[in-house]
């Protein structure tokens, strides 16, 4: 069987349990896409696996025809690595698979779940890891990379959360990773991206948290953001840690307990999540609320699985998309009124600059615990401009980058490598810090050749 750009498909299918996509596959153009459609890339195959045996025969197939190796679990990375033009594309979507045991409270997750099978899996037994915002974001790029949501405050990073990965290397091998064997690989998975092996389960250590949660929106005019900020930039840090609240400044979404008028003004959005007793977060709440005069709020106790999914709706797959992030260890008042300034200027209805809390656990971690390094980092900011037209791009990227350079001055050290949305020169080596030599060796060791370099990379060389 050969593909019609010539790839004689035959030895792989012979051993392949998933499905292998060609270009002239009926499903080809929608299995390829990425979350941002500014990453539009046209593998040469998709192997879509369903097993560690589909994995391992991807990629001996990959070295057999020397492609180009991507790998994907659900395609929400900024930067488009995930796919690639010519190569062959892993993807792992299918490998899904997850599974709780509520005695030992531990998760085990195949590469291709999403947050949302994750939440609804734990949350059966009234059990959550600590993951990102958004229900459709892929468990692996997530944990690799760091990983944080309403839960990090209390419960650390997703990657704090990791207690093994079973990975297939670019030898074939299949080996386990935790604290007791290979604890370098190990180290290096905990926030060192896709750099040294094919991720083929992730266990997790999941803690009680709901059924429900205390949790909401209160919608300030952009007119008292000034105001609202200041009384919140230390506040927050008072609160229990089973709080969070999130700084989202953007035009208002048509929410309907916002006053039509309001919907598409600039308004500062604080976005709540307390995991701890319902009362308490009323009354934390109200405290916030009471920092302006806002437009609305909605709260209330809700299911925790429904509150990770309140964003999905802003979060859709498929427009374009270009993201700037620092870290904070806090919001400085000079901090707060540069982002304001440049966020007087959104350039469009659906851009935002959001200050996502992570002071807590994650802060209680030596930096040199895990590769995802920056444990001084209480606050992360992305600059999110979002956009449909790609005739746009530029003013739309320029904007972003602006904000960017305006508030690095107050930015801490390390970066999100999840947020970055390119190689930033250089930057991926400073958002390790002190962690890269260590990780150069673990890639020296693990893929010498840097055979998977579609990722934000750390070169063995
Ligand atoms: C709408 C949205 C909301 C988000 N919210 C949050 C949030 O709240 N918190 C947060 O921390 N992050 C958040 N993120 C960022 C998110 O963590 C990254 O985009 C992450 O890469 C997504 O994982 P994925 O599996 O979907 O990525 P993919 O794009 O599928 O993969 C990303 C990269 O991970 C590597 N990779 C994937 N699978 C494997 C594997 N099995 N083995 C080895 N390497 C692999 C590859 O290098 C790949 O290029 C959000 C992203 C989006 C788009």
Not at 28 to 50: G, S
Request: proline fraction near 6%; charged fraction near 15%.
């Amino acid at each position: 069987m050969h593909a019609h750009n010539g790839l004689d498909l035959t030895p792989l299918s012979g051993q392949f349990s998933g499905s292998l996509i060609p270009p002239e596959h009926p499903e080809y153009d929608a299995v390829r896409q990425l979350w941002n459609a500014m990453a539009d890339k046209r593998p040469a195959l998709i192997a879509r696996c369903q097993s560690e045996a589909d994995i391992q025969a991807a990629l001996a197939f990959a070295q057999q025809h020397s492609l180009e190796i991507a790998l994907r679990g659900a395609g929400h990375n900024i930067a488009g690595n995930a796919s690639c033009n010519d190569g062959l594309l892993i993807d792992l979507s299918l490998m899904n698979e997850v599974t709780v045991d509520p005695a030992t409270q531990l998760v085990q997750a195949g590469p291709g779940a999403t947050l949302g099978q994750i939440d609804a899996a734990c949350q059966a037994h009234e059990l959550a890891v600590p993951v990102g915002i958004n229900s459709t974001t892929g468990i692996a790029g997530l944990t690799l990379g760091g990983g944080f949501g309403w839960l990090t405050r209390r419960f650390g990073m997703t990657v704090d959360a990791l207690r093994a990965a079973r990975v297939v290397t670019v030898d074939g091998d299949v080996v386990e990773a935790s604290a007791d064997s290979h604890p370098d690989l190990f180290w290096a998975l905990r926030g060192g991206g896709g750099n040294f092996g094919v991720v083929s389960r992730f266990d997790f250590q999941a803690y009680p948290v709901g059924p429900e949660v205390f949790a909401g929106l209160v919608v300030f005019p952009f007119a008292q953001a000034q105001a609202v900020l200041e009384q919140y930039r230390n506040w927050i840090l008072t609160t229990p840690e089973t709080f969070n609240a999130w700084v989202v400044i953007r035009h208002a979404p048509p929410l309907p307990f916002l006053d039509p008028a309001v919907h598409g003004t600039k308004v500062v959005v604080l976005a709540i999540c307390h995991s701890g007793e319902l009362a308490e977060g009323e009354a934390l709440a109200d405290t916030l609320r009471g920092f302006g005069e806002p437009h609305g709020a909605h709260l209330g106790a809700m299911p925790y699985a429904e509150w990770q999914q309140a964003f999905d709706p802003l979060l859709t797959e498929g427009a374009r998309n270009y993201w700037k992030t620092h870290n904070f260890t806090e919001l400085s008042a000079p901090l707060v009124e540069t982002a304001l300034d440049y966020a007087e200027g959104l350039p469009g209805p659906e851009c935002e600059v959001f200050f996502a809390v992570i002071a807590g656990a994650a802060n209680r971690v030596a930096s040199d615990a895990t590769a995802w390094s920056a444990r001084d980092a209480r606050f992360v900011m992305n600059v999110h401009a979002r956009w449909q037209e790609a005739a746009e791009d530029e003013r739309f990227i320029q904007w972003s980058r602006a904000l960017f350079r305006a508030t690095a001055p107050y930015a801490s050290a390390g970066a999100y490598v999840n947020f970055m949305t390119e190689e930033e020169g250089g930057r991926v080596e400073d958002a390790y810090q002190q962690n890269y030599a260590r990780l150069k060796l673990v890639k020296q060791q693990w893929d010498p050749n840097n055979q998977l370099h579609l990722n934000q990379n750390i070169s063995p060389d």
